[in-house]
């Protein structure tokens, strides 16, 4: 079963804004990749049902060690 990811953007002042869902974790990833393309901002997807956050390789931290958000700000 492919998860749905939401895709949010994270502004420099630490506002977010929803920007869309996608399928799968590999359209998330490329998703991300597309939106970063346009802007300087930060993204993250996040699959709320399994509370699990996937951030871009460029931030790391973002994830804990068991692979679930600490918190979904």
């Given at each position: ?21 996608v ?51």
């Amino acid at each position: 079963m492919r998860c749905e990811y939401d895709v949010f953007e994270k502004f420099s002042d630490g506002s977010t804004l929803w920007r869309t869902t996608v399928r799968g974790r590999f359209e998330a990833q490329r998703k991300m990749d597309e939106l970063s393309e346009r802007s300087e901002n930060q993204f993250y997807t996040l699959d709320i049902q399994e509370e699990f956050l996937l951030s871009p390789l460029s931030s790391p931290g973002s994830v804990n060690s068991s692979g679930k958000a600490a918190t979904a700000s």
